[in-house]
């Protein structure tokens, strides 16, 4: 993971309890958190007003387009053989999904 996606899930997750980005504006240009800010929105299925303002037309198209499973952050990183394996996902425009499991034996 690079810097900039970093920042970007950073700001992802601050953005989902907070609007107001005052406390980044000495470090981050206020256009680039805007942006950011109505990324964070879209994802989470809130209406962001202006989208030109923020985005290209391609950039919209893009995100409209866009299919997305995410391994949620609170998934246990490691599991105890014969424990029992629970996995959070977010899906944004998967209309079916189709899971196969192993077993070691």
């Known amino acids: 993971m690079n810097t900039n996606q970093l920042i970007e899930k950073y700001l992802k997750q601050y953005f989902e ?3 107001d980005f005052s406390i980044f504006e000495q470090y981050l240009e206020t256009q680039y958190l805007k942006k950011q ?5 879209l994802y989470n299925g809130d ?6 303002t923020y985005f290209t037309n391609y950039e919209i198209k893009q995100m409209n387009n866009d299919k997305i499973l995410y391994f949620c952050d609170n998934n246990k990183p490691y599991f105890v053989y014969g424990e029992l394996v629970n996995l959070f996902v977010q899906l944004k425009n998967i209309q079916s999904l ?5 077993k070691s034996t």
Request: net charge positive.
């Open 98 to 102: 189709t899971i196969k499991y192993f």
């Open 47 to 52: 209406q962001v007003q202006d989208l030109n």
């Open 17 to 19: 309890p907070h609007s």
């Open 37 to 41: 800010k109505a990324i964070s929105r």
